[in-house]
C-alpha cells in the first residue's frame, strides 16, 4: 500500500511539471467553454421563439438540464476520447524509452502495486478536471436554477467515463516504448467503444444485446439523463477492472520472457 | 575453477551465486551456463567485449528479467521465487542512469529511498548519506534534466546505495566520463566496499586490476575466465589475460589465469 502512494505521489507531482497536462486540462475547459457557449445561445433562441409563439406551457417544458447540461457532457466525452490517451501515452513508454523501467521493476516492489500507483495518480489528475469542468453548472446555478441532482449524475458519469479512458491509456501505454504508438492504439480502442453498437442497431438477438452492452455512450447516456443505476456504475468500473487487469499483466509479463 | 570459495578475508559469506545461467531471446542465445559467485566484502569485475551478455546477466541477476535457465541468489534469496525479499538486498545501476530528468536530485532519491523500503524516518538522513558519499550535496535542488553526463552517473549511485544494500551491481558505471570523472567515480566505488559486495562490469581492463578483488570475463556469453586478481601473477597484464581468454573458443567452464597464461607463454616463446 504504502509503495503505491508513493508511486502515485511522484506520478501525480510529474503531472503538474509537465506541460501536456496543462495542454490537456485547458483545451479540455476551452472546448468545453465554446460548447456551452453555442449550446445556451441555442437555449436562448429556443426560449425567445417559444415566448414569441406565445405557448407558456412548451416554456415550462424547456429545461437547462436536457438542453444544456446533457448535450454539454456528451461533447465533454468526445473532448476526453481525444485528450485523455495524450494524457496516458507517456505513462510507461516514458518509463521504457528512458530505462526508469529497470528502476522500478528491479525495487523490492509489486507490479500490481506500481499499475495501481499510477492509475491513482492518473485518476487524481481526472478528478480535477472533471472538477473544473462544473464551472458550467455553476454559471448556470447562478442564472437559473437547473436540478443540482440530475447534474451530479452526468458529471459522476464523465468521470466514471474518463477512468475507463485512464485505464485503457495505461493499457496501451504499458505494451509500447513509443508514446505515439501508445496513444494512437488508446484512442483506435476508444473510438471502438463508442461505435461499438452501430452495426448492431440493424440486426437482434444476443450479439445485438452484446454490442449495446459494450458501448460506452449507452451507459454514459443513462447517468447524464439523471439516473445513476448500478448497472451502468458497475459496467465503467469493470472496464477500468479488466483494462487495470491487463496492465498488470503485460507490466509482469517482462519478467517471463 | 581457479577462484573456488576464497574470501576476501575471513570467514566467506556467498552474496551473490549464479548458476548455470542461460538466456535465450527467441533463437538467439546470449547468455549460456554462466555460473560465478562473489562474496561479502568483494568487488567483482566484469569483463568482456560488447555484446558478451554483461547487461544480460546483470539484468538477470538484479530481477529485472527472468533467466531461461539457472539460478541466482543473492545473499541466500532466490531473485525469481523470493524475488522482493533478495531485490530489497541489491543496488542497481543500469547502463544508463535511470532518472526521471523533470525531477530534482532530492526529490527523486527521496522517490527512490521510498520504493526501497528505506523507513519513513530514515529517509532524510539516508538522503543525506547518499548526497554526501557521491558529492552531490550541492546539487541536490537541481533538475536532472539539467545535470552533465558525470553528475547523472553520479545520482544512478546515489540512487543505487541509499538503501544501504549489501550488493550493488553497477552496469559500466565509468563509461562515457572525462578521464577526471573516471578517476573520481572509480574513488567513490572504492569506498564503497567496505562489507558490501559489488559487481562491476566495465571494458577498461585498468579499471578491474585498480579496483576489483576478483575478476570474471564472459565471452560470447560464456564464462572465459573466473579469477582472484591478486592470483595473477606478477608481471602479466590483464589484457594479455584478457586477449587470450577470449581467444578460446568452446569452454563452457572458465579457466585459470595460470592455464592462460601457460599457453600465452608458449605463444610468446613459440
Known sequence: MRNTFTIA???LTG???????YVV?????LLGGWFFFAMLRQFDEMVQLVQMMGRPETLSQMNLNTRVIDPLLH?????LVI????LTMRVFAEEKRAGTYELLLTAPVRTGEIVAGKFLAAAAFTLVMVALAWIFPLILMVFGNPELGVMFAGYLGLFLLALSFVSVGLFTSSLTQNQIIAAISSFGILILLFVISWPAEAGGGVVWALLKYLSLPEHFSTMTRGVIDTSDVVFFLSVVATALFLTQRSVESARWR | MGAGVRGAGGAVERMIDVKHLTKAYGSFVAVKDVSFRAERGQILGFLGPNGAGKTTTMRIITGFMPATAGTVEIDGLDIFENSLEARRRIGYLPENPPLYLDM??????????KLRGVKRGEIEAALDHALKTTGLTDMAHRICGQLSKGYRQRVGLAQALIHDPPVMVLDEPTIGLDPRQIHEIRDLIRGLAGGRTIVLSTHILPEVSQICDKVVIINDGRVALEEMVKDIP????LEEVFLHAIAREGHAEGVSAEEALEEVGAGHSA
Open chain 2, 104 to 113: 530534482r536530485v532530492e526529490a527523486y532519491l527521496r522517490f527512490v529511498a
Open chain 2, 234 to 237: 606478477e608481471g602479466t597484464s
Open chain 1, 15 to 21: 503531472y503538474f511539471v509537465q506541460p501536456v497536462a
Open chain 1, 75 to 79: 461533447d465533454l466525452s468526445i473532448v
Open chain 1, 25 to 29: 486540462l485547458t483545451v479540455f475547459i
Open chain 1, 9 to 11: 505521489g511522484k506520478e
Open chain 1, 83 to 86: 485528450v485523455m490517451p495524450a
